[in-house]
């Protein structure tokens, strides 16, 4: 007996903004090309009501406008594959009712997502009862798990700390890694910032936070224009060892934490120095310390 073959003539890509979720157009493109199939990349955007709806709230979620932006680099992106693309956004806070309807309004015969994305794609698109929801989609669903490499370094705003850079650049272009610029933010007078809130002045409270995110954002931008994949994020806790190695074991696909031996202060064993030999010693990847240089 033959077994037919399936004859995708529309393949559906879900997309959230992040590089994670753009993984599985590869695998995507690959069956267009094989199969002489349409390729439908959607963007999933403004999801404002996540939390009520039982999603999770995503870390990045993008604009409609942002969504068309990157869409139409990614078009443009593949236009050397001469395959025919178009591109969709959804937005609201039923992703997976509109996914639906977008699947049977433009006869889609198989979906290609990661497993992946700012907020996990598939809780993201089909909700907490994502095995329901599986069980329920009309077309077949082809899951990419994407293959990450992610360097983590972290800061404390010290030129000091800011020596483990460079590496961290080197690798990332080695590897083809994202730079994620991590800042634990310890607030250097705790009390008296309750008391500047209490007070009603929360802006002055948070003035010392807004000043390291720009710093970082400043970093970021600067990795961003010689061409390395970057972003910064921020955690507010007082056991800032504790806080690098949570975020390290929960972010996907850190490959590698560098970091720098010295912080504040030029003493190796405190701050950035025995915060790095915490860090050295309940890391299970690999951690990459730096010496830096005396001024």
Same mark, same amino acid.
């Given at each position: 007996?033959?077994?037919?073959?399936?004859?995708?003539?529309?393949?559906?890509?879900?997309?959230?903004?992040?590089?994670?979720?753009?993984?599985?157009?590869?695998?995507?493109?690959?069956?267009?090309?094989?199969?002489?199939?349409?390729?439908?990349?959607?963007?999933?955007?403004?999801?404002?009501?996540?939390?009520?709806?039982?999603?999770?709230?995503?870390?990045?979620?993008?604009?409609?406008?942002?969504?068309?932006?990157?869409?139409?680099?990614?078009?443009?992106?593949?236009?050397?594959?001469?395959?025919?693309?178009?591109?969709?956004?959804?937005?609201?806070?039923?992703?997976?009712?509109?996914?639906?309807?977008?699947?049977?309004?433009?006869? #889609?015969?198989? /979906? $290609? @997502? +990661? !497993?992946? =994305?700012?907020?996990?794609?598939? &809780?993201?698109?089909? *909700?907490?009862?994502?095995?329901?929801?599986?069980?329920?989609?009309?077309?077949?669903?082809?899951?990419?798990?994407?293959?990450?490499?992610?360097?983590?370094?972290?800061?404390?705003?010290?030129?000091?700390?800011?020596?483990?850079?460079?590496?961290?650049?080197?690798?990332?272009?080695?590897?083809?890694?994202?730079?994620?610029?991590?800042?634990?933010?310890?607030?250097?007078?705790?009390?008296?910032?309750?008391?500047?809130?209490?007070?009603?002045?929360?802006?002055?409270?948070?003035?010392?936070?807004?000043?390291?995110?720009?710093?970082?954002?400043?970093?970021?931008?600067?990795?961003?224009?010689?061409?390395?994949?970057?972003?910064?994020?921020?955690?507010?806790?007082?056991?800032?060892?504790?806080?690098?190695?949570?975020?390290?074991?929960?972010?996907?696909? #850190?490959?590698? /934490? $560098? @970091? +720098? !031996?010295? =912080?504040?202060?030029?003493?190796? &064993?405190?701050?950035? *120095?025995?915060?790095?030999?915490?860090?050295?010693?309940?890391?299970?990847?690999?951690?990459?310390?730096?010496?830096?240089?005396?001024?």
């Amino acid at each position: 007996m033959r077994i037919p073959t399936p004859a995708y003539q529309t393949i559906l890509v879900p997309l959230d903004g992040s590089d994670v979720a753009e993984y599985a157009i590869g695998h995507a493109v690959n069956l267009a090309r094989a199969y002489h199939a349409r390729l439908l990349l959607v963007c999933l955007a403004d999801v404002i009501d996540a939390e009520a709806s039982g999603l999770p709230l995503a870390a990045e979620q993008v604009t409609c406008q942002e969504a068309q932006a990157r869409l139409s680099t990614l078009r443009q992106q593949l236009r050397g594959e001469n395959l025919d693309i178009e591109t969709r956004v959804i937005d609201g806070d039923e992703p997976r009712a509109a996914l639906e309807r977008l699947v049977e309004a433009e006869n #889609v015969q198989l /979906v $290609v @997502m +990661s !497993t992946q =994305g700012w907020a996990g794609m598939l &809780r993201w698109v089909f *909700g907490p009862d994502v095995e329901s929801a599986l069980n329920s989609l009309p077309v077949p669903l082809l899951l990419v798990r994407p293959t990450t490499y992610k360097i983590v370094v972290p800061l404390d705003g010290s030129s000091w700390s800011e020596s483990a850079i460079p590496q961290a650049q080197e690798i990332a272009r080695a590897f083809d890694a994202e730079i994620i610029l991590l800042h634990i933010f310890q607030s250097p007078a705790s009390d008296y910032a309750d008391q500047l809130a209490l007070a009603g002045q929360q802006e002055a409270a948070d003035r010392p936070y807004e000043e390291m995110r720009e710093i970082l954002i400043a970093m970021r931008n600067t990795l961003r224009q010689e061409g390395i994949r970057a972003r910064e994020h921020i955690i507010r806790s007082n056991n800032p060892a504790q806080a690098i190695v949570d975020f390290v074991e929960s972010e996907v696909g #850190v490959s590698m /934490v $560098v @970091m +720098s !031996t010295h =912080g504040r202060t030029d003493l190796s &064993r405190l701050l950035m *120095g025995s915060v790095a030999q915490k860090v050295v010693k309940n890391l299970r990847c690999p951690v990459t310390l730096v010496h830096p240089r005396r001024p």
